[in-house]
């Protein structure tokens, strides 16, 4: 006896929405693409293949979600989502807060594929391959996204190329959970 796959959906809704946060950078946008995925994986079931990777599936719905809304927003100017409203800064009265408020502007610099990269297998945890079926590109490239991101936020924040890698992921980490706090 083969499992619905709809069961198994509400126990991704979490990742769903950390990955959401982490290409958005707001709560309620992110709240929404995950329940348009949701929606939309439920009424196109039938086109999941049994036996592959629903997470990944539910990503790739998120991810194409989250860029066909952008392409439709390319051309707005407002600020509802309080990107202008969070630059402007107050300095922060603890180092620790200091240097993930460090981490989250270098990390809000790089590209939207870099930042995906690194958010799903430095934040998410995801393996490069696994990163790789959701975005639906290479293996190599998936690496090299997330080495470039992870040489950029090290060449910015001054840190040694030595301890980049599990500094930026959990930096990475931290940002998500720091903005899934402010903005949840």
């Known amino acids: 006896m083969t499992r619905d796959p709809r069961d198994e959906l509400v126990n991704h809704i979490p990742a769903l929405r950390a990955f959401a946060l982490g290409l958005t ?7 929404d693409m995950v329940q348009d995925t949701i929606v939309k994986a439920w009424t196109r079931i039938d086109t999941f293949k049994a036996g592959s990777n629903l997470r ?20 707005e100017i407002s600020d509802s989502d309080g990107t202008l409203a969070g630059q402007l800064s107050q300095k922060p009265d603890h180092d620790g807060r200091l240097n993930l ?11 939207a594929e870099q930042r995906e990269a690194l958010f799903l297998v430095g934040a998410l945890g995801e393996s490069y391959e696994s990163a790789a ?10 690496k090299s996204r997330t080495n470039r991101a992870r040489a950029r936020i090290a060449g910015i924040l001054g840190i040694s190329s030595a301890d980049t890698m599990e500094l930026t992921d959990q930096a990475t980490m931290g940002v ?7 903005l949840g």
Do not use: M
């Open 25 to 31: 950078r707001n709560a309620s946008n992110a709240d």
């Open 56 to 75: 990944s599936w539910l990503f790739t719905i998120l991810r194409n979600t989250y860029y066909s809304d952008f392409r439709k927003k390319r051309r």
């Open 101 to 111: 408020a460090d981490f989250e502007c270098a990390f809000n610099t790089l590209p």
């Open 133 to 142: 079926e959701t975005i639906g590109i290479a293996v190599g490239t998936v």
């Open 176 to 182: 998500v959970s720091r903005q899934a706090r402010i």
